[in-house]
């Protein structure tokens, strides 16, 4: 057996010698997978592919479906050197420093989306924005809790931020002024509806490291149907209007579009090819697991449906890419990345850990998604993260320690899915997930195969973000 390509460090010569029982299950620690090019190995722990003899292939496919055991039996069972100490061994991690902090400045919205899980912003509370004194302790906040001479981010979220775009531009220099006195390189990142963009924003972002992520849901039929502008406007000639101040007064460093996924969104694959024809250099799809209005929800029975279509689209971005040709769909390449590097984590995202997000009166949460929850409240800027509570949350939280997490060969690859959606609705979507990630296993190999100047390119390219996200 011969390693297929070099995915995250380069494992040791020496057999393993483990003899503690597979975590609840075979299944949880190898699979067994075919592409184009044969039968290969995935290893869960370390995310390594193998090469592997259609013949053995078989053998250990019937072995996963039969048998309990341990690593060096499987081993000695199908002579397969399962080598290394364990890279994830269920210990928790410990509160790393901060590394990003996301502010929402402005809890309201000039639109009006049914599938919002901030509810316009206001988190099932008032609308309200960020004062001065408390985007700056943010920042100072930030800088302070940061690794020495580390590199930062400053979100920006909402609601819609630019509704407070003087505190956005405010904030930008005195974090770039801050950062420049403690050592520290500071980038940003706003998601946005871009209704309301303006030259002078347009000239901001484009001025500093600034990744802008737009919220997109399809044509203009499409767009309008999910975005209530008001007075009958229409939010997508606002969007469109939005991209031109960016063309002619400043493009930032990354321009991403996400589109929000429900039961009425229309084709897939129709609105990420209109999305890359507007000119992102990044569109991807996120599921709406959770939302006020429950009818706006994929349910689990649509997951299915899901993706289908998500596959579709992933087939496109492989023959392109294969083809040599650009195509940026975001989901996709984030998948090839993180294969590339052999990513496997025990968590989800950044979340709680080096990434918090502050409340427009001054809390510090989890995440962006979570302000004004207090089951994942985190502290303030005030007094700082709250290190035992942030603890806590990575202790509970580790996916071996998680049900049905632990026993799934995909979980350093999930990561068990967002905190957000796992609190409202559990995990409707772990088949959708397992099926989606065999997908990319299998694209991996044969991109790899047909493109392996992709992955140079893309390790030479990577976009700014806020905090760590799924695949």
């Known amino acids: 057996m011969t390693v297929l390509l070099q995915i995250g460090r380069r494992p040791p010569d020496v057999p393993v010698q483990a003899t503690s029982p597979l975590p609840a299950g075979p299944g949880a620690q190898v699979r067994a997978f075919r592409s184009a090019h044969g039968a290969h190995l995935f290893v869960a722990d370390g995310s390594r592919l193998y090469d592997l003899p259609e013949a053995t292939a078989v053998r250990l496919e019937e072995w996963l479906s039969a048998s309990e055991g341990s690593l060096d039996e499987l081993g000695r069972t199908l002579d397969l050197p399962l ?39 206001r988190f099932g509370g008032s609308a ?78 484009a001025e500093h490291p600034f990744t802008v992520t737009v919220s997109l849901d399809g044509d203009r039929t499409g767009h309008d149907a999910l975005r209530r502008a008001p007075g009958g406007a229409s939010a997508y000639d606002r969007l469109r209007a939005g991209l031109d101040t960016l063309a ?51 349910t689990t029975e649509a997951f299915a449906g899901f993706l289908e279509q998500m596959t579709a689209c992933g087939e496109r971005a492989l023959a392109e890419l294969s083809a040599g040709r650009a195509y940026p769909f975001g989901n996709f390449q984030t998948a090839m990345e993180q294969l590339h590097r052999g990513a496997h984590r025990p968590y989800p995202c ?68 967002c905190y957000h959606e796992v609190s409202r609705r559990g995990r409707p979507g772990c088949d959708y997930i397992r099926g989606w990630l065999s997908f990319c296993l299998r694209a991996y190999v044969e991109l790899g195969q047909a493109a392996p100047e992709f992955f140079e390119q893309r390790s030479a390219a990577a976009p700014l973000t806020s905090s760590a996200s799924t695949v």
């Open 83 to 121: 080598w290394g100490a364990p890279r994830i061994d269920g210990t928790p991690l410990a509160p790393p420093p901060l590394s990003s902090i996301s502010l929402n400045v402005m809890q309201a919205c000039n639109l009006s989306c049914g599938h919002c899980y901030a509810d316009e912003g």
């Open 128 to 205: 309200r924005a960020m004062p001065r004194a408390t985007a700056y302790a943010a920042v100072d906040r930030l800088l302070a809790e940061a690794a020495p001479g580390s590199d930062v981010v400053v979100g920006f979220m909402g609601g819609e931020p630019l509704l407070a775009r003087d505190l956005v531009h405010e904030v930008v220099r005195y974090a770039v002024r801050a950062g420049a006195t403690t050592g520290h390189r500071v980038r940003f990142a706003i998601t946005t509806n871009l209704t309301t963009v303006r030259p002078d924003d347009a000239a901001l972002f």
């Open 350 to 417: 950044g979340a709680g850990a080096g990434y918090l997000s502050a409340s427009a009166e001054g809390g510090l949460y989890a995440c962006h998604r979570l302000v004004d929850d207090p089951a994942f409240a985190m502290g303030s800027l005030a007094a700082g993260p709250d290190t035992a509570t942030r603890q806590r949350h990575l202790a509970e939280r580790h996916v071996d320690r998680q049900e049905p997490c632990r026993s799934c060969w995909a979980r350093y690859l999930c990561g068990g899915g």
């Open 248 to 298: 002619r007064h400043g493009r930032p460093r990354h321009l991403s579009a996400r589109v929000s996924v429900t039961p009425y969104t229309g084709r897939l694959l129709d609105i990420l090819e209109h999305g890359i024809a507007l000119g992102f250099d990044e569109v991807g799809f996120g599921a709406v697991v959770s939302a006020p209005d429950p009818a706006y929800e994929i």
